[in-house]
């Protein structure tokens, strides 16, 4: 999968009238308000704590769309993303890829040699692993980027700072000590707009689907060859446990193409003779690059 430049893949044309707000996880300043940003433009937006609550508010009808990452490329997948679509019967309806670029960030007046403690998630922490190392300082997980500049802000914690984005400095009122201090510079990560309404096609769609193959041998090779015979490009495919009984996993794959492209419901049409589980999750106008 490549990684260009970012570009607004859900079109004024491709996407209903917006309502109400695009849901994201986090607080404002978030990597996910950058990506709404980029797929929506100037847009409200309706921030939200859980990833289980971005789903939940498009699907009560909160929000009328909502943007969630699905796969970092240094960190892998975001499973709960992947958990949350098979529970919900919604839609993909648009993708971008962000670069995500970290800063170090604190109150005004303070210096990288005045910290002693640093706050972000997990995975932000993780991706700036070399610079923080370099500092000595006490690393602490919170639950958001976003979130750790918000609660340096409100309360005034000096001698603390917070990795998270140039949008979440300029939200929360931060001075940025050290800007692109992620380990890998080519540090992406790729978000889907998720909708009750199915995507317009485009000239180039995406199409993202969950299966479950029958536990038997050779059963996940006859399932891609229904691709592989018909030359369509599987971009993703991954495991995960399928949550009725142990050791039992769906899949969860990408391919090049639209449903209703004449090989590709072929394709699904035999892919659902061997399986009980065929869930499309939509087809969508692919990000370029």
Aim: aromatic share 8%; with cysteine; proline share 5%.
């Amino acid at each position: 999968m490549g990684h260009g430049r970012s570009v607004l893949v859900v079109s004024r044309a491709t996407m209903r009238k917006l309502t109400k707000a695009v849901a994201f996880q986090g607080e404002k300043g978030a990597f996910s308000e950058d990506a709404v940003a980029k797929l929506f433009g100037d847009v409200p937006v309706l921030p939200c704590p859980t990833l289980a609550d971005v789903f939940s508010a498009v699907w009560q009808g909160k929000a009328d769309y909502s943007v969630v990452p699905v796969e970092n490329s240094t960190a892998g997948s975001i499973n709960d993303t992947y958990d949350l679509m098979l529970k919900y019967d919604l839609n993909i309806c648009g993708e971008v890829q962000l670069r995500v670029s970290h800063c170090f960030m604190a109150l005004p007046g303070e210096t990288i040699q005045s910290i002693t403690r640093v706050y972000s998630h997990p995975q932000a922490l993780a991706q700036c692993s070399d610079y923080l190392g370099k500092l000595h300082i006490e690393i602490i997980p919170t639950y958001d980027t976003a979130g750790s500049a918000k609660m340096i802000k409100e309360q005034e914690l000096h001698h603390c700072a917070a990795v998270a984005s140039k949008r979440a400095a300029q939200c929360y009122g931060l001075e940025i000590l050290a800007a692109n201090i992620e380990t890998n510079p080519r540090n992406y990560t790729r978000f889907l707009a998720i909708s009750r309404e199915k995507a317009q096609r485009s000239s180039r769609n995406k199409t993202s689907l969950i299966f479950a193959a029958p536990n038997a041998p050779g059963a996940l090779y006859t399932c891609l060859g229904s691709f592989a015979n018909r030359k369509i490009n599987l971009t993703k495919l991954e495991s995960r446990p399928g949550g009725d009984r142990p050791w039992e996993y769906i899949f969860y794959a990408d391919f090049e193409g639209h449903i209703d492209d004449a090989p590709c419901a072929e394709a699904l049409d035999e892919l659902r003779k061997y399986n009980a589980l065929v869930k499309i999750l939509g087809s969508y106008p692919m990000a370029t690059e």
